[in-house]
């Protein structure tokens, strides 16, 4: 047991090597208001005036204060040849030739014998950190004090609660500070020792109130009465030490402070224990033996062994777990780079595979939040382009006056008899340029997507490439110039495939028969209806007899002189019903171009994706490692490509320097016998 505290000693001093807070170790955590008594009580621990003292906020940066106990000086002078020997878990320094004495970890290799220049070294090294003029920090300072004269504690001193900012402390310095004492007090494993003054109504103490936020139930926190001998005369505090006012789970002890008089005639701290002693014994003799500095430091002790016993087995697991973790996390840093040109082709040749893997779907890093790779590639060729190319309308575009218009066009002077082919193959080919731009859509949203992929293997498949800055830069570069040359190339197929069906519009496609057959019937009705139109109509002309007028005659003669008639002048109605043989037309017409349109647009919808795999995503799978070697294997480029970031190399050394103090902390761990922890 008398082992425990010592261990939680060299365990925090292996952490403090690393600058890190990973493991929340017990320790004691003094709270108090300003001017309670706290530096008096932890003086009173260990037998001796060090703390600063003065008027207002006095402790305005957390003191870590671990108390060794260590044999008497005449027997470590005892010692052979000056070997350290063990005594309760630590080493009793042989070269050092003073009974008593401390040390600060910002002060390395230097010993303080007096206890004046430790409360000088406080002073100044708070002032270096926090100012001179009543500023508080929040970086602790770390002491040890060493002597045959206490038991082994570890305390943490925090600055008062403070209400009133004075100096140049800033307007929030009450919030600051509660902030301070409420991130020690939250750990669980700390101990919580609340002061406050006799002389002062115990249901208003700041110390107890923080302490209640965190520890509810009052498992982890003690209370010490301070300033016993200062209560108004005919009271007495005999109620509040029995914890009839408030209960404490771990108990409440009274102690008696000195006073500022006897601080200024330099009164031992000897005999204030013994002025004390005196004191309970006149004024509380039936608490007497469970009331004073000397008590309160056995308890101390006594609390905190017990509290490092129940939280040992859980401290053991969490240096277990984040030694797992650290090794894990040096592991992906890797090692020094010395063989260049072996790194450089692993690197390469992984992060090929992976951007291969990415496409194929056998990636291992696989996304749950989005479609990435080859699944988005597969969307877009049948979701996104085949929807496309669905919605777009056969006829879009295309009115019956455009129809006509074609068909006119394509007779030339001659009335047409039949509906004429040229006309079709002019109005199909409009529509059929239609699917080109939509086709070279796809190609251009497939790009997008290779390019994606280059960021998502960087980012998640080759966790090496995060190492070194440039040569991630290089293969992004290379990939992308890859892909850069494929798109034009692929562009242009696509363009191609749209061209070839432009160049010849097979009527004798297999799946256009029917629709050929549709024109050839609607054709021989029209032929039938003309010719019976054309007898009816000659026979009409010759029975009719046409009016002469003159007006008429008179329009339609010569121009008078000075007089010019444009016959293409009169204007094109924008819209007329149609005759019965124009709707016939046009209704074969329209049939034709969608049942042409269907044809090509099958086509094209099942030929571009295979295009887009075979000129772009498959060749840059098969080129992409070659190019990368090619491009980056270069003697001249190897060391500047593999050149760690800074960060990197940062990172590796930190968690490197982390885990062999978990490794250490592990082995201090399970020195301790199995007995101590039950």
């Not at 300003?34 to 402790?59: A, N, Y």
């Not at 007497?288 to 401290?315: D, N, Q, V």
């Amino acid at each position: 047991m008398e082992t425990l505290i010592p261990t939680i000693n060299r365990l925090q001093e292996v952490f403090l090597t690393v600058g890190a807070e990973v493991i929340q170790l017990p320790q004691i955590v003094v709270v108090g208001s300003q001017s309670s008594g706290k530096s008096s009580v932890l003086e009173s621990l260990v037998g001796r005036d060090f703390l600063p003292r003065g008027s207002g906020i006095v402790t305005r940066r957390p003191l870590v204060l671990q108390l060794i106990n260590v044999a008497p000086l005449q027997e470590r002078l005892q010692t052979e040849n000056g070997n350290r020997v063990k005594q309760n878990g630590q080493n009793s320094y042989p070269g050092v030739s003073a009974e008593e004495w401390g040390t600060f970890l910002h002060c390395k290799n230097q010993i303080f014998t007096d206890f004046m220049e430790i409360r000088r070294e406080i002073e100044a090294e708070t002032e270096r950190s926090s100012g001179d003029n009543k500023g508080i920090g929040s970086e602790p300072i770390y002491l040890k004090i060493f002597s045959p004269n206490v038991l082994n504690l570890t305390l943490v001193d925090l600055p008062g609660i403070t209400k009133v900012p004075v100096g140049d402390q800033p307007e929030n310095i009450e919030e600051q500070v509660q902030e301070m004492i409420s991130s020690f007090i939250s750990n669980p494993n700390s101990l919580i020792l609340a002061v406050s003054p006799a002389n002062s109504d115990l249901a208003t103490s700041d110390a107890l109130k923080l302490a209640r936020e965190v520890d509810p139930d009052g498992r982890r926190t003690l209370l010490v009465v301070s300033k016993l001998d200062l209560m108004d005369a005919g009271t007495d505090a005999l109620e509040v030490l029995l914890g009839r006012v408030i209960p404490v789970r771990l108990g409440i002890v009274g102690v008696v402070n000195r006073s500022q008089h006897d601080i200024n005639i330099q009164k031992s701290l000897e005999d204030s224990m013994k002025d004390e002693q005196t004191f309970l014994q006149r004024h509380y003799p039936s608490l007497a033996s469970r009331a004073g500095s000397r008590y309160l430091a056995k308890t101390l002790s006594r609390l905190l062994m017990h509290h490092i016993r129940e939280c040992l087995p859980e401290l053991k697991t969490r240096v277990t777990v984040l030694s797992a973790q650290y090794q894990a996390r040096l592991n992906s840093y890797g090692q020094p780079v010395e063989d260049y040109s072996a790194t450089l082709l692993q690197i390469v040749t992984k992060f090929a595979s992976d951007y291969c893997n990415t496409i194929e779907g056998t990636g291992r890093h696989i996304q749950t939040s989005e479609l990435c790779g080859g699944a988005r590639i597969c969307y877009i060729f049948h979701e996104t382009f085949g929807r496309t190319l669905q919605s777009i309308d056969p006829l879009g575009g295309l009115s019956d006056l455009d129809i006509l218009t074609a068909i006119r066009n394509a007779t030339g002077p001659r009335p047409a008899l039949f509906v004429p082919e040229v006309s079709f193959e002019l109005l199909v080919k409009r529509q059929i340029k239609r699917l080109e731009e939509p086709s070279l859509r796809c190609v251009e949203l497939v790009h997008e997507e290779l390019q994606r992929i280059i960021q998502h293997c960087s980012s998640f498949s080759t966790q090496e490439l995060l190492r070194f800055p440039k040569l991630h830069d290089s293969i992004v570069e290379v990939v992308t110039g890859l892909l850069r040359k494929r798109l034009p190339i692929t562009n242009e197929m696509v363009h191609n495939l749209v061209a070839i069906e432009l160049a010849y519009i097979n009527t004798k496609h297999p799946d256009f028969a029917d629709a050929a057959q549709v024109s050839a019937s609607v054709n021989s009705q029209l032929i039938s209806c003309f010719q019976a139109e054309a007898l009816d109509g000659g026979k009409r002309w010759k029975n009719e007899k046409v009016p002469e007028d003159k007006t008429s005659a008179t329009s339609f003669g010569s121009p008078s002189k000075g007089q010019a008639i444009n016959l293409l002048d009169t204007a094109v109605p924008p819209s007329r019903k149609l005759s019965t043989r124009e709707q016939r037309d046009c209704e074969v017409i329209q049939r034709l171009i969608k049942c042409y349109f269907l044809i090509v647009r099958k086509s094209i919808q099942d030929s571009v994706p295979k295009t887009v795999m075979h000129f772009l995503v498959n060749n840059v799978k098969e080129h992409l490692q070659s190019e990368l070697v090619g491009q980056l294997y270069k003697q001249q480029l190897l060391q500047g490509l593999l050149i760690e970031s800074q960060d990197t190399a940062q990172q590796r050394t930190e968690v490197a320097q982390m885990l062999e103090a978990l490794k250490k902390a592990n082995n201090i761990i399970s020195e301790i016998r199995e007995t101590h922890l039950w």
